[in-house]
């Protein structure tokens, strides 16, 4: 989607995404390496009951459902970061979650017009509808570039 496309309010929705224990098991053993992320049995008497993603994970499953679902083929190259995030529930083998993001503003730079600034809200649920993950992110659009290039 074009940058040119985006408008206030605007809502997207992605997935479902299914995650699978092997998932967890292998982005925490590379990533997030904490026992309640890959090891099932212990993290099965502890307090989740159970064996839960890493919240990093989480984000990246999100990333990728933004990006196949809006951000491919636009000129988004960067992000300057996030103004919070949160993990209210942890995501479990087998949940179904899927993405909703709402945009709040989408402007050009006043000090660089070649540069779209995009601010959204992203939510992933599972299928019961429990919201797992909560950021705010800002998304750069290269206009300039993209324009040179059509």
């Known amino acids: 989607m074009r940058f040119a496309e985006f408008h206030a309010g605007q809502v997207f929705e992605a997935g479902p995404y299914e995650v699978s224990e092997a998932e967890i098991i ?3 053993s590379r990533y997030d390496p904490q026992w309640f992320h ?3 049995r212990a993290a099965g008497s502890h307090r989740f009951g159970g064996l839960i ?3 990093w994970h989480t984000c990246g499953i999100a990333m990728r459902l933004v990006v196949d ?18 993990w ?6 087998g949940d179904r979650l899927s993405l909703r993001a709402q945009v709040l503003e989408a402007r050009r730079s006043a000090s660089r017009p070649g540069l779209g600034i995009l601010r ?23 206009l300039e570039h993209a324009q040179a290039h059509a």
Do not use: K, Y
């Open 120 to 142: 959204w809200q992203w939510s992933l649920r599972n299928v019961r509808g429990v919201e797992v993950l909560e950021l705010e992110a800002t998304s750069l659009f290269d």
């Open 53 to 55: 993603a890493s919240g």
């Open 26 to 28: 292998e982005f925490a």
């Open 69 to 86: 679902a809006v951000l491919a083929g636009s000129e988004s190259f960067a992000s300057p970061g996030l103004d919070h995030i949160r």
């Open 38 to 40: 890959t090891d099932p």
């Open 88 to 93: 209210p529930h942890p995501v479990r083998p």
